[in-house]
């Protein structure tokens, strides 16, 4: 059975970078600039406050797990109305390893936490993310701070295959905390596979992306009729049945592309009756045509 989360999070390629403990301690608040890339954390000790930009603020206590697909502006608070202190997100992330404090250098901190940042090496990740709910704030999952933990120890050290242990855990932790959101996740692709009838058509067009697939022919599928299903899927997904087919077709082509797949085969693997059939489509998506695409993706 095709997984549709797990093949979007494949295609993202999700590499760890950076890795630490956070701690504030007494009035403390620090205002990080939009980062872009992909953060996460979890809350070990205390609480604190966080506010995101765009986002209601959140009360984070021990035990919480906090992912940000495409990390935008955020503050970081002990609670207290401080004026905070402007951190620059990258500059962070290179910062030398150790605990990062926060407000009062000395003595115990109030709130301790194990956050870090990684990226997705897809150059599609744009409309990936676009799928992905932009805050996710979990309770009470100790599978995710075990994960995030063990992201901690390994970055820490420097054991062989450290990087591919640090990607194959942070593709689990990206998929066991998308995949607890579920229902309550903005319309994308989590709340898609939280319906069941909007499921079973995703799961189709993942499964067989290059058959020729009609609106109906997948609405039968989800046994509901044409109308119904469309408003369902779009309301879900937050794009129409075709637009979303259409989308994951060009991400798929993409891949293929860069693996330097021939153009025949892409073409015939994303549905498409010729390779010139699909070169106007892939220029019309992309801006540019595949054969350009494919050599200046070898060149990054």
Same mark, same amino acid.
Request: charged letters at 25%.
């Given at each position: ?30 205002? *990080? ?30 035990? !919480? ?39 009062? =250098? ?72 998308? =995949? ?27 499964? !067989? ?6 609106? +109906? ?25 075709? +637009? *979303? ?19 025949? !085969? ?5 549905? *498409? ?19 350009? *695409?494919?050599? +200046?993706?070898?060149?990054?």
């Amino acid at each position: 059975m095709p997984d549709p989360l797990a093949d979007v999070i494949a295609l993202l390629q999700p590499r760890a970078v950076f890795s630490k403990t956070i701690s504030g301690a007494g009035s403390w608040a620090v205002r *990080y600039s939009a980062f872009g890339e992909p953060s996460f954390c979890t809350m070990l000790t205390g609480r604190c406050v966080l506010a995101v930009e765009g986002e209601k603020p959140i009360a984070l206590e021990a035990g !919480d797990f906090v992912l940000m697909p495409a990390t935008p502006g955020f503050t970081l608070s002990g609670g207290e109305p401080v004026e905070p202190v402007p951190v620059d997100a990258r500059q962070a992330a290179v910062a030398p390893r150790g605990e990062l404090r926060h407000g009062r =250098r000395g003595g115990t901190p109030d709130a301790r936490m194990l956050g870090g940042y990684f990226r997705f090496e897809s150059p599609d990740a744009g409309l990936l993310v676009s799928l992905l709910p932009a805050l996710v704030h979990l309770r009470g999952i100790e599978r995710l701070s075990t994960l995030v933990q063990l992201v901690g120890e390994e970055t820490a050290g420097n054991r062989a295959g450290r990087e591919l242990v640090l990607a194959r855990l942070v593709e689990i932790l990206l998929i066991e905390a998308l =995949r607890s959101t579920g229902s309550e996740a903005p319309p994308g692709l989590l709340r898609g596979l939280a319906d069941a009838r909007v499921a079973a058509a995703l799961r189709l067009m993942h499964r !067989d992306p290059s058959r020729s697939w009609t609106v +109906e022919e997948l609405a039968g599928k989800a046994a509901l009729s044409r109308s119904a299903f469309f408003d369902r899927f779009s309301r879900a997904v937050g794009m129409p049945p075709m +637009e *979303y087919l259409l989308a994951w077709r060009m991400a798929l082509a993409k891949d293929l592309l860069r693996r330097d797949v021939a153009l025949a !085969d892409v073409a015939e693997r994303v549905g *498409y009756g010729s390779a010139s059939t699909f070169s106007t489509a892939f220029s019309r998506h992309v801006g540019r045509p595949p054969g350009r *695409y494919a050599r +200046e993706a070898g060149l990054e």
